[in-house]
């Protein structure tokens, strides 16, 4: 099973990026997918999740500015942001929780992708 981010760039304050992220491989069902972020010097953050069903949580930080979202036909997971400010400046994680069968399910990471937003 591989994840592959797309998306991230730099952008200017107030702007906008839409971040992807495809899971590809022998994937029998996706549970929770998710988008973590780690700044310099910071410790990975959990930024938005998404479960099977549609319910999202989000970090108090990114409320009413990022909105995630999944098609589950083709196994993807978007992060929609807005109103980006600087402090979102990270390199951004894809995280999903996969079925490879029905037993087992297996916790999978995406490369990252850097998103910097100047002030």
Do not use: H
């Not at 780690?38 to 999202?56: D, H, N």
């Amino acid at each position: 099973v591989q994840l592959v981010e797309s998306g991230g760039g730099l952008v200017r304050a107030r702007g906008s990026l839409k971040l992807s992220c495809a899971a590809s491989g022998s994937i029998f069902r996706i549970n929770d997918m998710g988008w973590y972020r780690q700044a310099p010097g910071k410790q990975r953050e959990l930024v938005a999740q998404i479960t099977s069903g549609g319910s999202t949580n989000y970090a108090d930080s990114v409320k009413g500015r990022f909105t995630i979202s999944r098609d589950n036909g083709k196994n993807t997971v978007d992060l929609q942001m807005i109103s980006l400010k600087p402090e979102d400046t990270a390199v951004y994680y894809c995280n999903d929780f996969i079925q490879v069968n029905r037993k087992y399910e297996l916790e999978y990471w995406g490369q990252g992708t850097q998103v910097t937003v100047s002030s």
